[in-house]
């Protein structure tokens, strides 16, 4: 583990992180922080904790979009699973 300094929306957050992690870390950093700067220019009568909590806000619901994709596309892979394997029986008793 590494230590490593985030700065995010002027702010010191110290992290340990590994080094596989540090990249991740890194682009979210860059991304959060823009996103912050934003959410600052498109709404500048709301106050810094405002723009964080949207900038949170977006990625939850960007998260449990990608879940629920996952979610779906495992679903239907085991729904294609069971249809080739009722097709395979099929073909073997009628045979």
């Not at 929306?9 to 992690?21: C, H, N, Q, W």
């Not at 009568?45 to 596309?73: G, N």
């Amino acid at each position: 583990m590494q230590r490593i300094e985030a700065h995010i929306a002027g702010r010191k957050i110290p992290l340990k992180v590994t080094a596989e992690e540090e990249v991740y870390v890194t682009k979210a950093i860059a991304e959060i922080n823009a996103r912050i700067r934003q959410y600052q220019s498109e709404f500048s009568q709301k106050d810094i904790q405002d723009c964080i909590l949207m900038a949170l806000l977006t990625y939850a619901v960007d998260f449990y979009k990608v879940q629920a994709r996952s979610v779906d596309e495992a679903a239907w892979n085991t729904l294609i699973d069971i249809r080739n394997q009722l097709q395979v029986q099929e073909a073997e008793s009628g045979a």
